[in-house]
């Protein structure tokens, strides 16, 4: 698993497209180096990390070669590629191809080596490459990166999303193959995250090198030597304790004969040197005697030391023996605390990962439904407009027509106007203009 608990020296990310996964990039590495080719795109990722001074962007494609190939834009950006559409288009039928271009791909071993520097220890890589996730893995296996990157993760598909890629079992097998690599999946719907990672072992953890260890060290040592100075004298003492007593038990035996000899013989002289002999004898019996409990006392002095020597060298051992129990118990909290926060960030992550994919579903879908009504208002639009411009035609046309009409009327009443005049004239007495004036015969 991931070593979260130290930052990676260095995440490369193929296809980051505008890089949703930003934020949590900039969690875990050091320094980022985010790669995409579609050039309308690589202005929005720009803009959007040019406040992040450990980010860089590079406009590039990698395969598993050096070629110019045919790049396909679609009206949903993040799906471009150099694929035609496999099974993505029927997870979104709105989905359209509206261009193309022609760009250069570089050989993804290359690529990626010369972007890591010779002091990056902890490697992380990110492929979401529509399509040729099987090429740029190969690519890597054949240029021997696969044993400096510690971690890798691959966004595919359940099943083909473009002609010719590979679904995350694919994707997940060929990990293996190419490398020694745990992996699991992860993911919702039709999209998967083939998280796969070296296995580390566990690096030695060196014993600290506290004062009171070295102390406990240096007092076993003068302690061992001490005893074994006294067990030296003690079997000096112990070899002359022996040889005290059988000069004691030879001048015994010879006193003994002496005074068997002298009551043999029954001579004076003899008797009294003998007993002058035993006298001295027995003086230095009891010096020997002396000398012996002195030496007996010496011995159970050194024994007594020794016994305090070995119980302080026990208690030292066993000060020595907690101290590395203690280290020891350390040592596994550490590691079990260690299994415990990588487990812990790892199911955060997987589910941040999961709940970010399918919020991206949904809008992509939600996008989809709103470019399709869009597209209905759009044709609906375009028929209510055709069909106000008949109307307007319509009646224009019955306007021209009214007015023909309303000529026609008006030419038509004027001679019926100029009778009707006459007649009114006609029928007026004659005299009715001239009724106050009185008549001439």
């Given amino acids: ?140 296996a054949q240029a021997g990166l696969m044993e400096r990157i510690e971690e890798i993760r691959v966004y595919c598909g359940t099943s083909a999303l473009y002609k010719g890629g590979p679904a995350s079992a694919e994707v997940e097998q060929l990990l293996s193959e190419v490398a020694n690599f745990e992996t699991r999946l992860s993911g919702s719907g039709f999209m998967r995250t083939v998280h796969a990672w070296r296995v580390r072992q566990p690096e030695a953890i060196p014993q600290p090198s506290l004062d009171e260890t070295t102390e406990l060290h240096k007092e076993r040592d003068a302690l061992q030597a001490s005893l074994e100075r006294l067990e030296s004298r003690l079997s000096q003492l112990s070899e002359r304790l022996v040889a005290t007593e059988s000069e004691k038990m030879e001048l015994g035996s010879q006193l003994r004969q002496t005074q068997e000899d002298a009551q043999r013989n029954d001579r004076s002289e003899e008797l009294e040197g003998l007993k002058r002999s035993l006298e001295g004898l027995r003086a230095e019996n009891i010096k020997l005697t002396t000398r012996t409990a002195s030496m007996k006392r010496s011995i159970e002095e050194a024994q007594t030391l020794r016994d ?15 101290e590395r129990e203690r280290h020891e118990a350390e040592i596994e909290a550490l590691d079990q605390n260690f299994a415990d926060r990588e487990h812990d960030l790892k199911l955060s992550y997987d589910n941040e990962q999961d709940s970010l994919r399918s919020n991206l579903d949904l809008a992509l879908r939600s996008q989809a439904m709103s470019a399709a009504d869009l597209a209905a208002m759009q044709t609906r639009y375009a028929d209510l407009m055709a069909l106000k411009e008949r109307q307007d035609d319509l009646l224009h046309r019955l306007q021209q027509r009214l007015a023909q009409a309303s000529r026609y009327f008006a030419s038509e009443q004027e001679p019926f106007g100029r009778e009707d005049q006459a007649a009114q004239l006609d029928n007026e007495p004659a005299d009715s203009d001239d009724s106050s004036e009185p008549r001439e015969g």
């Avoid at 260095?10 to 320094?31: K, P, T, Y």
């Avoid at 290359?110 to 996730?133: A, M, P, Q, T, W």
């Avoid at 305090?308 to 907690?322: F, I, N, S, V, Y």
Wanted: net charge negative; glycine share 6%; proline share 3%.
């Fill in 1 to 140: 698993m991931t070593d979260f608990g130290n930052k990676f020296d260095v995440l490369i990310h193929l296809g980051a497209g505008q890089c949703r996964e930003l934020s949590n990039h900039l969690r875990v590495a050091n320094r980022i180096i985010l790669v995409e080719p579609h050039p309308e795109v690589i202005e929005l990722l720009q803009q959007r990390v040019e406040t992040q001074a450990n980010v860089e962007v590079l406009e590039a494609a990698v395969d598993n070669g050096n070629s110019e190939q045919v790049f396909i834009t679609r009206n949903m950006r993040e799906f471009s590629g150099f694929r035609p559409l496999d099974d993505m288009q029927t997870f979104y039928p709105g989905l359209q191809d509206t261009g193309e271009l022609e760009i250069h791909k570089q050989d993804a071993g290359e690529f990626v080596g010369s972007l890591i520097r010779r002091r990056d220890r902890r490697i992380s890589l990110v492929i979401d490459v529509n399509g040729d996730e099987a090429e740029v893995l190969e690519s890597l």
């Fill in 308 to 322: 305090e020597l070995e119980a302080k060298a026990r208690e030292a051992q066993r000060a020595l023996d907690r």
